[in-house]
């Protein structure tokens, strides 16, 4: 199984959330692989360098490169995230661009998004887990 993980989760990760960070190696031990979007990349990034967190950014470098980043690099997510953007205006309940592209990147690439963030849980048939309070939606 593949999971994404999404900005909450990876700033739990950098904060030192011993249950996230053993929830994530338990994940790779069991031979799953654990991906970074590259909008949380950019998101995390950017703030880190803005506050010059220096330490917390080492941290984040090396737990890219450890968990792998998965880049929004096909017309495939960008058609998904349309279709979803579209169906939840129709329903009166949209959320974020960036929130509708990486669930779009986790259903073209057949993750679970791992998030706290409960604007998720408007998308239809989208795997979820949260790994702070390890609930699982499918």
């Known amino acids: 199984m593949t999971?994404?993980?999404?900005?909450?989760i990876i700033t739990e990760i950098l904060k030192g959330n011993e249950v996230?960070?053993?929830?994530?190696?338990?994940k790779i031990l069991e031979g799953n692989r654990v991906l970074i979007n590259g909008i949380s990349y950019y998101e995390i990034?950017?703030?880190?360098?803005?506050?010059?967190a220096?330490?917390?950014?080492?941290?984040?470098?090396?737990?890219?490169?450890?968990?792998?980043?998965?880049?929004?690099?096909?017309k495939d997510i960008f058609d998904?995230?349309?279709r979803i953007y579209a169906g939840l205006k129709k329903n009166g309940k949209l959320i974020s661009d960036a929130d509708i592209l990486i669930a779009s990147m986790a259903?073209?690439?057949n993750c679970?998004?791992?998030?706290?963030?409960?604007?998720?849980?408007?998308?239809?048939?989208?795997?979820?887990e949260n790994w702070i309070t390890n609930c699982e939606k499918n």
């Open 3 to 8: 999971y994404l993980i999404d900005t909450n």
């Open 20 to 26: 996230v960070e053993k929830k994530a190696i338990r």
């Open 45 to 52: 990034k950017r703030g880190l360098l803005a506050s010059n």
């Open 54 to 74: 220096a330490n917390k950014l080492k941290k984040f470098e090396m737990l890219w490169k450890t968990f792998g980043l998965l880049l929004l690099d096909n």
């Open 80 to 82: 998904r995230a349309s």
């Open 107 to 109: 259903f073209c690439q």
């Open 112 to 128: 679970t998004l791992v998030s706290n963030d409960t604007d998720f849980e408007r998308i239809e048939d989208l795997k979820l």
